[in-house]
T-cell receptor, first 116, second 111 residues
Framework: DTGVSQDPRHKITKRGQNVTFRCDPI?????LYWYRQTLGQGPEFLTY????????KSRLLSDRFSAERPKGSFSTLEIQRTEQGDSAMYLC??????????????FGAGTRLSVL | GQSLEQPSEVTAVEGAIVQINCTYQ??????LSWYQQHDGGAPTFLSY????GLEETGRFSSFLSRSDSYGYLLLQELQMKDSASYFC????????????FGSGTRLLVRP
């Protein structure tokens, strides 16, 4: 169990550019979540996958955002035409669906995005 | 809608006991969780209360009262490494199990 890993840890981009982040969840976890966190706030839910199916998207996820989990393992989050308001920490979390463990989400250390 | 309120900052002395409160307004939820986050780090799970009452895990305890829409995290024998942000979160009442977080409490432990 190597935990949830996210890549890159930091991304600096210019407004209008596209960026893509990757998340590798804990291998046996079939639920995967993306959250966004701004300074001094708690994480806010963006979207959720069960296996390869994207089952829910928050209203926070505008048309410029897209997420995939093609084989039910790693996931990518892409932001097109970035805006300064997209600057935040993007967190990925995974969880099991079995027993009490389904109530625990394991988070990666996040990708910090800065849009200049 | 759902909202969770926590004090923004708490300061305590090493070795002391501190309680971090969480009050919530929600139409329903499955349980209350607590997560710890050090600066620049990942949120890490501390505890989960599915039912009213006290859950104890080592130096940390968590309490839930649904009738009072209130919960708290109790940290005993504070250590310097406990300086971090602490978030309460409710698990949404749908099949996603997504978490809705409070804005967090920054705990500063002084020597």
């Amino acid at each position: 169990d190597t935990g949830v890993s996210q890549d890159p840890r930091h991304k600096i981009t210019k407004r209008g550019q596209n960026v893509t982040f990757r998340c590798d969840p804990i291998s046996e976890h079939n639920r995967l979540y993306w959250y966004r966190q701004t300074l001094g706030q708690g994480p806010e839910f963006l979207t959720y996958f069960q296996n390869e199916a994207q089952l829910e998207k928050s209203r926070l996820l505008s048309d410029r955002f897209s997420a995939e989990r093609p084989k039910g393992s790693f996931s990518t989050l892409e932001i097109q035409r970035t805006e300064q308001g997209d600057s935040a920490m993007y967190l990925c979390a995974s969880s099991s669906t079995a027993g009490v463990a389904k109530n625990i989400q394991y988070f990666g250390a996040g990708t910090r995005l800065s849009v200049l | 809608g759902q909202s969770l309120e926590q004090p923004s900052e708490v300061t305590a002395v090493e070795g002391a006991i501190v309680q971090i409160n969480c009050t919530y307004q929600t139409s329903g939820f499955y349980g209350l969780s607590w997560y710890q986050q050090h600066d620049g780090g990942a949120p890490t799970f501390l505890s989960y209360n599915a039912l009213d009452g006290l859950e104890e895990t080592g130096r940390f305890s968590s309490f839930l009262s649904r009738s009072d829409s209130y919960g708290y995290l109790l940290l005993q024998e504070l250590q310097m490494k406990d300086s971090a942000s602490y978030f309460c979160a409710v698990r949404a009442m749908d099949s996603s199990y997504k978490l809705i977080f409070g804005s967090g409490t920054r705990l500063l432990v002084r020597p």
